[in-house]
């Protein structure tokens, strides 16, 4: 079992930046290819960005091309979110997730075996 903790949600003003977070507790961190998704109000869930179990690949969705990146500190069993210059339609609850296939920069839901409970993120216009 892999338990994930999200942290680092808010309120921030169009064009800000926020770095979220997402711990990992239990088997090794290092096992597991990352990745954060995320839920607007009204929509289905829909992949942010993914990162293999070195950090040597990672694969963005394109409506965050450029202003996110998804680095990782495997000592610190710890993911990242950084967002730059954000948006209001970047507005969501953002999950992170984990995957044994630990290679892997999967894009879709179900390839995720663990997920954390979600951090609000709001951007103001």
């Known amino acids: 079992q892999v338990q994930l903790v999200e942290s680092g949600g808010g309120l921030v003003q169009a064009g800000g930046s926020l770095r979220l977070s997402c711990a990992a507790s239990?088997?090794?961190?290092?096992?597991?290819?990352m990745g954060w998704f995320r839920q607007a109000p009204g929509k289905e869930r829909e992949f942010v960005a993914a990162?293999?179990?070195?950090?040597?690949?990672?694969y963005y969705a394109d409506s965050v091309k450029g202003r996110f990146t998804i680095p990782r500190d495997n000592s610190k069993k710890t993911v990242y979110l950084q967002m730059n210059s954000l948006k209001p339609e970047d507005t969501a609850v953002y999950y992170c997730?984990?995957?044994?296939?630990?290679?892997?920069?999967?894009?879709?839901?179900?390839?995720?075996?663990?997920w954390g409970q979600g951090t609000q993120v709001t951007v103001s216009s």
């Open positions: 239990g088997r090794t961190f290092s096992n597991y290819a």
């Open positions: 990162i293999n179990w070195s950090g040597a690949s990672t």
């Open positions: 997730a984990g995957d044994s296939t630990r290679w892997s920069t999967a894009t879709t839901e179900g390839a995720y075996e663990y």
